[in-house]
């Protein structure tokens, strides 16, 4: 493949997260992917505290050998006070493998300029992608609104357009931070929602879970025992059999656009519901490009259509085999 094709088909992302189990997995998943070019990690309080999920994604770019910067973002959402996921991701934010010692230090700067830094040094180039509460990319949108139009594509895991898993409305990384999502979707750049109807179903087997444990290599061993406390986890809190890793499936979907459906929409969040605040309200028969059906994969660029918010796809669909094949060749990689 010639330089620049090449160039055009892999995708320059900047990954914004709160590790986290799965938020780990798409670490070493976009490591090992030669589709994606990972060129800076931002961290924010999630799953657990900020110094926690710095700490855990400094420990997994370690292991990962990655050579990219990790800037810590924002200790808390910004209105409501954190709630976390303790109870899904134990005291550390990765309770399961023996914890690795980062070799690194964090880098200096908020996450927030790391992103805007990021999108305005290769306008058009980068996709932001998200996978825990989005009040870094909120605030770099507010920083430097020129990234807004220079942003490829956002990606984010969260929300659902079926059920939460918060409240029977919210999804997790909404819930923490719904004012923050309501900017970010607030936005006309492209936006491509990754919610709970996709992750749910690509859940990890007891047999993936054994082939992942036989790659017989360091970075196979950690996902391997990442993945048992986390069945672990989510069986007895939500009864799933087998745990969906939600945020890998923002990785493969940059990765393998193929392997994902996605249908234009419109996504609005509830800030005010006593029930329902962090719920994405999602319309497939009125969002921006409503009609023009479903698509497997995309790009979207930003000049792609649409109306005043920019396109907005929500993904509904995912072909769980070739996502898992695509996640155990990836981690073969490293
Ligand atoms: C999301 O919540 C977090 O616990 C996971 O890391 C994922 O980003 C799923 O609701
Ligand atoms: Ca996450």
Redesign the pocket.
Known sequence: MAGDEEDRLTRRIVLD??P?H??AIAILVAAGSPEVDLVGIGTVA??QTLDKTTRNALAVATLAGLDVPVHAGCARPILRSLTNAASIHGETGLDGPTPIEPDREVARGHAAHLIAEAVLARPGETTIVA??PLTNLALAARLEPAIVSATREVVV?GGAYGRGNVTPAAEF?IHVDPEAAAVVLGEPWPVTMIGLDVTHQALCSAATRRRIAGLGSTVGDFVAALLDYYAGTNRRRSGMPDPPV??VCTIAYLAAPGLFETRPASVEVELHGTLSAGMTVVDFDHGPDAGSGSEHGSDLAPDSGSGALGPRRVATSIDSPGFWALVVEALARL
Do not use: E, L, R
């Open positions: 997260c709160d986290g799965d938020d999630g799953n996978t825990g895991m990384n939600h945020d």
